[in-house]
């Protein structure tokens, strides 16, 4: 397996066991992490904060990798992902991650972008768009 696969693997697997198996291992001192929705965490030390507070609000169920594409520096991981806030709340989408590395395989930058799974044609039944009466998701 490749060793960056591995690394990002691992952050996927942290979340899921809500436990911090080696975050200063994974991302450079000035990270960029970049969620979908727009939150943005500037430095490792926001990193490990923002996974430590997060866990004790809710629980991540799946963080499914579905494919990796390497180029150079770059990663990108195409993944399904799904979590259950203490409220009861429950969110599910499919996203990828644009991953910047070092040299030595530490993550510069990180930004997620996410894709709402209840998708629909708005020309099913017509020339002319229809579109669903709904808030739009945060993404």
Same mark, same amino acid.
């Given at each position: 397996?490749?060793?960056?696969?591995? !690394?990002?693997?691992? @952050? /996927? &697997?942290? @979340?899921?066991? +809500?436990?911090?198996?080696?975050?200063?291992?994974?991302?450079? &001192? %000035?990270?960029?992490?970049?969620?979908?929705?727009?939150?943005?965490?500037?430095?490792?030390?926001?990193?490990?904060?923002? #996974? %430590?507070? @997060?866990?004790?609000?809710?629980?991540?169920?799946?963080?499914? !990798? +579905?494919? #990796? /594409?390497?180029?150079g520096?770059?990663?990108?991981?195409?993944?399904? /992902? +799904?979590?259950k806030?203490?409220?009861?709340?429950?969110?599910?989408? %499919?996203? !990828?991650?644009?991953?910047? @590395?070092?040299? %030595?395989?530490?993550?510069?930058?990180? +930004?997620? /972008?996410?894709?709402?799974?209840?998708?629909?044609?708005?020309?099913?039944?017509?020339?002319?768009?229809v579109?669903?009466?709904?808030?739009?998701?945060? #993404?």
């Amino acid at each position: 397996m490749n060793e960056r696969e591995k !690394i990002i693997r691992l @952050w /996927f &697997d942290m @979340w899921i066991k +809500k436990a911090d198996l080696g975050i200063d291992n994974i991302f450079t &001192d %000035d990270v960029v992490y970049t969620e979908s929705w727009s939150p943005k965490y500037e430095n490792r030390k926001t990193v490990k904060h923002w #996974f %430590d507070e @997060w866990n004790t609000r809710g629980s991540v169920l799946v963080w499914e !990798i +579905k494919q #990796f /594409f390497h180029q150079g520096n770059l990663t990108i991981v195409e993944w399904y /992902f +799904k979590n259950k806030m203490n409220n009861g709340h429950v969110e599910e989408f %499919d996203g !990828i991650s644009l991953i910047v @590395w070092t040299q %030595d395989n530490k993550i510069k930058s990180l +930004k997620e /972008f996410g894709c709402n799974l209840h998708n629909y044609n708005p020309y099913r039944d017509s020339d002319i768009p229809v579109f669903r009466e709904e808030k739009a998701n945060w #993404f």
